[in-house]
C-alpha cells in the first residue's frame, strides 16, 4: 500500500511539473527595459490584438503607446541617453531590427534598421550609443552581430554552429 501511495504521489508530481513547464513555454514572458537618462521604463504589451511597443514613468503612471502596427514589435531596448528604443519588428514578414524616438510628445519616427529574411533580434545599444548588438539567424545558426545604430556596417561576430544569443554591453544600459 505505501509503494502504491508513494507511486501515486511520484506519479502526480510529475504531472504537476509537466504542466507547469507546458504552461511556462506557452506564456511570452514580458521584456521590458530601463532607460539610462529619462527613467523610462519601455515595455512590449499585447493590451490590443497584438504586441506593441509602450513607455512608461517609474511609478508605472503615464503610460504612452509608442507604436501602432498590424504586426508585432517587441524586445524594446533604450539607448543611454533615453532618447531612441531599439525593438523588432515583424511588419516585413520576419523579425527585422527597427528604432523609433522615444518622446512621448512626438508621433515615433521609426526607421528600419535590418532587411534580411533571416530573423534579428534581441537588439542592445553600446554603452555611447553608437552601435547595436543583436542575434540572428541569418549564417544557418544563431550568431551575434553588431551595426553602427543607424543600421551600417554590419559585422558578425560569433560563428558557432551552437545556438548562440542574448548579447548586452558591458555597463550597457541592460547591464547590472
Not at 521590458?32 to 511609478?59: P, W
Not at 501602432?68 to 531599439?86: L, Q
Not at 528604432?99 to 535590418?114: E, G, S
Request: zero cysteines.
Amino acid at each position: 500500500m505505501r509503494t502504491t501511495v508513494l507511486v501515486l504521489a511520484s506519479i502526480t508530481l510529475a504531472l504537476l511539473l509537466g504542466s507547469g513547464a507546458a504552461l511556462l513555454n506557452a506564456v511570452k514572458p514580458a521584456e521590458a527595459t530601463f532607460s539610462g537618462k529619462n527613467g523610462e521604463i519601455a515595455f512590449q504589451s499585447d493590451r490590443g490584438s497584438n504586441y506593441e511597443i509602450y513607455t512608461m514613468t517609474r511609478n508605472g503612471k503615464k503610460i504612452a503607446k509608442l507604436t501602432a502596427n498590424p504586426a508585432d514589435d517587441e524586445d524594446p531596448a533604450f539607448s543611454p541617453n533615453g532618447k531612441r528604443i531599439a525593438f523588432i519588428s515583424d511588419r516585413s514578414g520576419d523579425s527585422d531590427i527597427y528604432t523609433m524616438n522615444a518622446d512621448r510628445t512626438k508621433r515615433a519616427k521609426i526607421d528600419r534598421l535590418t532587411s534580411d529574411p533571416a530573423d534579428d533580434e534581441d537588439p542592445a545599444f553600446s554603452p555611447d550609443g553608437k552601435k547595436i548588438a543583436f542575434e540572428s539567424d541569418r549564417s544557418g545558426s544563431s550568431d551575434i552581430y553588431k551595426m553602427n545604430a543607424n543600421g551600417t556596417k554590419l559585422l558578425r561576430l560569433t560563428n558557432d554552429p551552437a545556438t548562440t544569443f542574448g548579447a548586452d554591453w558591458a555597463g550597457g544600459p541592460g547591464s547590472g
